[in-house]
Nanobody, 114 residues
Framework: VQLQASGGGLVQAGGSLRLSCAASGTISSGNVMGWYRQAPGKQREYVAS???????NFASSVKGRFTISRDNAKNTVYLQMNSLKPDDTAVYYC?????????WGQGTLVTVSS
């Protein structure tokens, strides 16, 4: 399984960005796709995820500002980020989890200027 993330960039505080992550390879149903992020000097942290059945979860820090969706036919997950803050600046990584296996994308940089 390979994951390709895209959509990062530079945005002003209060702005929006949409990240995409496409998975390829042998992908079974019942998986969970989601996003983590890692800010400079900090540990990677969970952002949001959605199961193939449509159940979503969010970190408290992004709840109400970020939404997650996915297109199972395209094995793609999206992260819509609104009301961005400088604290959202990080490299965002997409993840696919199936049973005990985790797969990671290469990361896409999001920079929010104040």
């Amino acid at each position: 399984v390979q994951l390709q993330a895209s959509g990062g960039g530079l945005v002003q505080a209060g702005g929006s960005l949409r990240l995409s992550c496409a998975a390829s390879g042998t992908i079974s149903s019942g998986n969970v796709m989601g996003w983590y992020r890692q800010a400079p000097g900090k540990q990677r942290e969970y952002v949001a995820s959605m199961s193939s059945a449509g159940t979503s979860n969010f970190a408290s820090s992004v709840k109400g500002r970020f939404t997650i969706s996915r297109d199972n036919a395209k094995n793609t997950v999206y992260l819509q980020m609104n009301s961005l803050k400088p604290d959202d600046t990080a490299v965002y990584y997409c993840q696919l989890r199936y049973r005990s296996s985790d797969y990671w994308g290469q990361g896409t940089l999001v920079t929010v200027s104040s």
